[in-house]
């Protein structure tokens, strides 16, 4: 189906409208109209192949909320009308051992991710959700709850679930000690879900200046990292560390900040790391992990968590037009806490 999307050609082009083909609907798809499409940090790193595999041109976009307006003569989980999510997957080989357990992000063949993937039928290059539509296996759709406000869930999609699910795998509960580095768009949805799952949040932060804005979100404390008073006040404090800081920075402060079998979960940068030191993993039995999204199981948990909890992402709405900008001031850390594109802007940006 021809459609319209806002496409970057270049690593150093901004994103500006570009008209393509969706590939053709197959028995088990839903074909939706984007309604919302979150803008996540990622898209930026795609959009300026700061990861080196970009493939030109390139819409980004894995954070999308829509409605339903065909479905394949298999499809038995969605009507036509219904109001629906996709985050960063649309397929995956649902036959290895992750897939059956319902960790599709972790599938043995690789996940198709919503852009930046190949088709595992045509081989066609995956193209996001700066789209006016989108075509997706049932599978990898997701239900929007009832009572959740679809123009500022698209964010739960990505930073929601990335940061639901090692609060889930690390078995976050009423009590537990929680610790959440850097308060940007996954940042603030860690302290909102952790709060919600009833653990004492704390945020690390480089300086007090975000206190107001931790304890709005729910935190119970903010802990200046730069203190080195406070933090050697700190040690042993917290059960769970979520690191959701985006670019190369130094573990070494914060281990010591984990009670014995503590974790911090790295989940914002992909990359290189500061040279981390054993001495505080080895003497106190501390532990580094990594964690990507969920699965579709899971992510479908997260929304409907959100919605019982009246958890939403705080948001700032623009224009398709506006997401140059709006990409220049990510860069700056300038937005509070995540973008969402109203895509009914799209016809009018072209």
């Known amino acids: 189906m021809k459609t319209l999307g806002f496409a970057c050609t270049s690593a150093d082009a901004p994103l500006a409208p570009f008209s393509f ?155 537990s000690r929680v610790g959440v580095i850097g308060l940007g768009g996954l940042g603030h949805m860690a302290v909102k879900l952790a709060a919600g799952m009833g653990a004492h949040v704390t945020v690390l932060s480089r300086s007090a200046d975000k206190a107001d804005d931790a304890r709005a979100l729910g935190a119970h404390a903010l802990l200046v990292s730069s203190d080195k008073a406070a933090m050697e006040a700190a040690a042993d404090s917290f059960d769970l560390i979520i690191d959701t800081v985006p670019v190369k920075h130094d573990l070494n402060p914060y281990m010591p900040l984990l009670d014995v079998d503590g974790t911090l979960v790295i989940v914002g940068q992909i990359g290189p790391l500061a040279e981390p030191s054993t001495v505080p993993l080895v003497l106190g039995r501390r532990r580094i992990a990594g964690s990507p999204i969920g699965g579709i199981a899971e992510t479908q948990e997260m929304l409907d968590f959100c919605a019982v909890n009246n958890i939403l992402p705080d948001v700032e709405m623009i224009r398709m037009d506006e997401i140059n900008h709006a990409f220049e001031r990510m860069e700056k850390s300038d937005v509070r806490y995540r973008f969402v594109i109203d895509m009914a802007s799209l016809e009018l940006a072209q």
């Open 21 to 175: 083909e969706r590939r053709a609907p197959r028995p088990d798809d839903v074909v939706m109209e984007i309604l919302y499409c979150g803008v996540c940090h990622s898209d930026l790193h795609w959009s300026r192949n700061d990861w080196g595999w970009t493939i030109f041109p390139a819409i980004p976009g894995h954070e999308i909320i829509g409605r339903v307006i065909e479905i394949g003569s298999a499809v038995t989980q969605y009507t036509v009308g219904d109001h629906v999510a996709v985050g960063c997957m649309v397929d995956s080989c649902q036959q290895c051992d992750q897939c059956r357990k319902g960790q599709e992000q972790l599938c043995r063949e690789g996940n198709t991710g919503t852009y930046g993937g190949f088709d595992r039928y045509t081989k066609e290059y995956t193209l996001g959700g700066y789209s006016k539509n989108l075509v997706v296996r049932q599978e990898f759709c997701l239900r929007i709850p009832e009572g959740l406000d679809i123009a500022r869930a698209a964010p739960l999609l990505c930073a929601g679930i990335t940061t639901y699910s090692p609060l889930k795998t690390w078995d976050v509960r009423p009590g």
